[in-house]
């Protein structure tokens, strides 16, 4: 295997906003007397170059808006860059947003196999593997149940508990340890760090700068989609902390 993991060479990713605010007369005046509508382009990465080696943890911080889940979401390939290169190396397991790749109409259980196919495994492996991961989501009395029934905390348990159990190489984790109640982040915790024993990558948002201290090996803070640092989790995170004390000082 490749002892590059993630390799993100120059990658850039922008969105077309078109903004149509009809919220008051004026507005909507305004707009009818336009000759074009307004197109704003945001640039939610910009110009971002990275190397994530096998074995690495690497801890992604930054404010909101700051491009953190666009950056994961290019890395699961949900979507594409408008410039730069990716290369993965390995089986990904996408833990992005909350609830994205579950169908709230299907039980738990319908959920893990749709899940469980999309991620790579196969029915056997599933059907193998589906005692284990119920009781690691807790869900053992409502794996029968829709889960448009499941609190946000079920879901997260749900999906998490799919994920670890398809053998990933990479993990990607977007501020899934925000969701759980206190026992179930310790069981991600120890999970992760059974993962990180293994030689497995993982890249993790958390808005927890001590949970970033605990785990990461290493720390990237994106700001306006750039890389501001990166590096030593303990100097990215104090940087980062200084950074945004600032900002609030200034916000007073
Ligand atoms: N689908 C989208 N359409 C338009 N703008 C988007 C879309 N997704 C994200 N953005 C914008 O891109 C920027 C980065 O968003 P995001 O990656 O979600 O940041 P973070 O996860 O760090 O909070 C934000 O300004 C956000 O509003
Ligand atoms: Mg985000």
Redesign the pocket.
């Known amino acids: 295997m490749k002892d590059t993991a993630i390799l993100l060479e120059h990658v850039s990713k922008s ?1 077309r ?1 078109s903004h149509q605010p009809y919220s008051s007369l004026k507005g909507i005046l305004l707009s009818m007397f336009r000759y074009r509508r307004r197109i704003e382009v ?1 640039q ?1 990465l910009n110009d971002v170059s990275l190397t994530i080696r096998h074995g690495e943890t690497v801890g992604l911080i ?10 994961l ?1 290019i890395i699961a390939r949900v979507i594409r860059p408008n410039a730069g290169r990716i290369e993965v190396n390995g089986r990904v397991a996408p833990l992005l947003q909350l609830g994205v790749g579950f169908h709230p109409d299907l039980t738990g259980l319908e959920n893990v196999y749709f899940n469980g196919i999309i991620l790579g495994l196969t029915r056997q492996q599933i059907a193998e593997r589906l005692p284990s991961i119920v009781r690691f989501a807790e869900l053992e009395e409502f794996i029968d149940t829709p889960v448009r029934a499941y609190s946000s905390g079920m879901v997260l348990r749900l999906g998490f508990a799919v994920a670890v159990h398809t053998d990933p190489e990479i993990i990607l984790m ?1 501020e899934v340890l925000a969701v759980g109640d206190e026992a179930f982040q310790h069981k991600c915790l120890r999970k992760i760090q059974e993962f990180q024993h293994e030689g497995r990558t993982i890249l993790l ?1 958390s808005h927890d700068m001590n949970q970033v201290r605990q785990v990461a090996t290493r720390t990237v803070w ?1 700001h306006q ?1 750039r890389v501001m640092a990166d590096g030593a989790p303990e100097e990215v995170v104090t940087q980062y902390l200084a950074f945004t004390e600032e900002m609030e000082r200034r916000a007073i």
Do not use: M, P, Q
């Open positions: 969105y906003l945001h939610a930054g404010v909101n808006g700051s491009g953190k889940s666009t950056l979401a977007d948002v994106l989609g």
